[in-house]
Nanobody, 119 residues
Framework: VQLQASGGGLVQPGGSLRLSCAAS????????AGWYRQAPGKQRELVAR???????NYADSVKGRFTISRATTENTVYLQMDSLKPEDTAVYYC??????????????WGQGTQVTVSS
């Protein structure tokens, strides 16, 4: 299963960006999809994730500013980022976990997309 992330870029503080992550390949069920980020010199951290039943979890640092959603029929996950801060600057990675049918499973990562928040 391959993930294609897009939507990163340069934005001023207080601005917005929308990230997209499209999954392709043999997908029977997409159980959990999420966004992680890694800033220079820091470990990769969970930003937000959404389960197949629609349960959402967010890092405390983004609650109230970021919204994760999914288009189930398209196996696509979105991350709407509002009120961006310089500390949100990082490479953002999407992740998806699910089944390919039968006993097969996948845990895939996208290629990463740079988000830079700066004036």
């Amino acid at each position: 299963v391959q993930l294609q992330a897009s939507g990163g870029g340069l934005v001023q503080p207080g601005g917005s960006l929308r990230l997209s992550c499209a999954a392709s390949g043999r997908i029977s069920r997409l159980n959990v999809a999420g966004w992680y980020r890694q800033a220079p010199g820091k470990q990769r951290e969970l930003v937000a994730r959404i389960t197949i039943t629609g349960i959402k979890n967010y890092a405390d640092s983004v609650k109230g500013r970021f919204t994760i959603s999914r288009a189930t029929t398209e196996n696509t996950v979105y991350l709407q980022m509002d009120s961006l801060k310089p500390e949100d600057t990082a490479v953002y990675y999407c992740n998806a976990v699910g089944s390919t049918g039968g006993l097969g499973s996948f845990n895939s990562w996208g290629q990463g997309t740079q988000v830079t928040v700066s004036s």
